[in-house]
């Protein structure tokens, strides 16, 4: 096994059990070890600190385990999924007649970095990030589908956009297990087509449960302005709080059409939902501003890394400016921010900037994050970086 040396004092942040070793602490490797490989991590005084997935990049290694004795097997798996699974089913989010839709791993928060499955009813969704978990696929798919015996029959591999291009890996997605192309999973007892096969992420924005079931609460008589709506999962749950008027906005067709057929499953002919591919701004700017007294604003990141944190706030800024300009007197505003690169100080910074400029007097009434199946390490606090408002516009 090829070793890897730091730098005088750079294993300060392992010694924290922080999850990642930054290409600039490493001193010397011994050997050229292959992208995927698991390497030992050495102090500068030669003293073994972690073990984990090399990579070239930034992020050298991300760390498997702290202890020198454990090894990376089929066993290591199965133990990883069984705790992960474990925590779920304490928190309340699995075998429960109205729900069959969470997040089993979330890479460094259930201390498996690189790695995300997701669970649609009977169909487990597995994606890597890194080429360690992209190597160790069907390793990992065979212990999940021992912890989880029985519950699931098919398992889908799905990362052909999420890997490095420059480890040259050629992932295909495809089914790792089973096959059923049946989509269909169930969220707080609404039911939706989960894109696995071609749509964002694993197919579903899993990370907005909570927030969704909070904007029911809230949609009673109100009209409703979704924007980004991808599949119509927060105009889903509007629409049965009692919202008297739901749009969706998206500039994808393909997301308007998921949209509408969500709509059918759980609200068939329910003429209160109107659906529309168009551009966000373009529609904020050209609508009646007195339509709305809900709009919900959750775009796609603005920022991937820290390069475009600028440009990014400059756009949470604007619309988040125009949606206060536009909203109704009493309304409620759901903002969010999916950015790992923008900080929750920078976030509101802009919403707050644009409250300003648009002349409305604001109210913070919540402040969101992501659910507890998305558990953020507490020696990886990288891992917060879903940031939200709800606010009250006079």
Aim: hydrophobic content about 40%; some cysteine.
């Amino acid at each position: 096994m090829h070793k890897v040396h730091l730098k005088p004092g750079k294993e300060e942040s392992l010694k924290r059990f922080h999850p990642w070793v930054f290409s600039g602490a490493i001193a010397h490797i011994d050997g050229e070890p292959e992208e995927g490989e698991i390497v030992e991590v050495y102090t500068s005084k030669k003293e073994f600190i972690a073990k984990g997935h090399f990579q070239i990049g930034s992020i050298a290694v991300r760390v498997l385990t702290f202890a020198p004795d454990e090894t990376i097997d089929s066993d290591f798996w199965k133990r990883k999924l069984s705790i992960a699974y474990d925590m779920r089913h304490s928190i309340g989010l699995t075998e429960r007649p109205d729900n069959n839709t969470y997040r089993l791993v979330h890479g460094e928060g259930d201390n498996l970095p690189g790695l995300v499955i997701d669970i649609y009813a009977r169909t487990a969704v597995m994606q890597a990030h890194s080429a360690g978990m992209h190597l160790e696929r069907m390793a990992i798919a065979d212990a999940l589908a021992e912890v989880l015996n029985g519950r699931i029959d098919n398992i889908y591999y799905k990362s052909e956009n999420t890997l490095p291009y420059k480890a040259d890996l050629f992932p295909e997605n495809g089914f790792l297990k089973g096959g059923n192309a049946d989509n269909i999973a169930m969220e707080y007892g609404l039911k939706f087509h989960i894109d696995w096969l071609k749509g964002q992420k694993t197919g579903f924005f899993v990370d907005q449960r909570e927030n969704r079931a909070l904007l029911e609460r809230y949609a009673q008589g109100r009209r409703v302005l979704n924007m980004f709506c991808y599949t119509g999962g927060f105009s889903v749950y509007a629409m049965r709080g009692g919202a008297t008027l739901v749009h969706s906005v998206d500039s994808s067709g393909k997301a308007i059409d998921l949209t509408n057929q969500n709509m059918e499953l759980n609200f068939p002919a329910d003429t209160r939902h109107q659906a529309f591919a168009e551009d966000a701004f373009k529609y904020l700017e050209r609508m009646d501003d007195t339509m709305y007294d809900l709009i919900v604003l959750d775009p796609p990141a603005f920022a991937k890394h820290r390069d475009a944190l600028r440009n990014a706030l400059l756009g949470y800024r604007k619309l988040n400016q125009k949606a206060f300009e536009k909203i109704r007197p009493g309304g409620i505003l759901f903002t969010f921010s999916c950015s790992q690169a923008v900080s929750k100080e920078n976030f509101r910074t802009a919403v707050f900037t644009a409250a300003a400029l648009s002349g409305r007097n604001v109210r913070i009434l919540h402040q969101l994050t992501q659910p507890a199946d998305h558990p953020v390490n507490i020696y990886h606090p990288e891992g917060e970086y879903l940031k939200g408002l709800i606010l009250y516009v006079e």
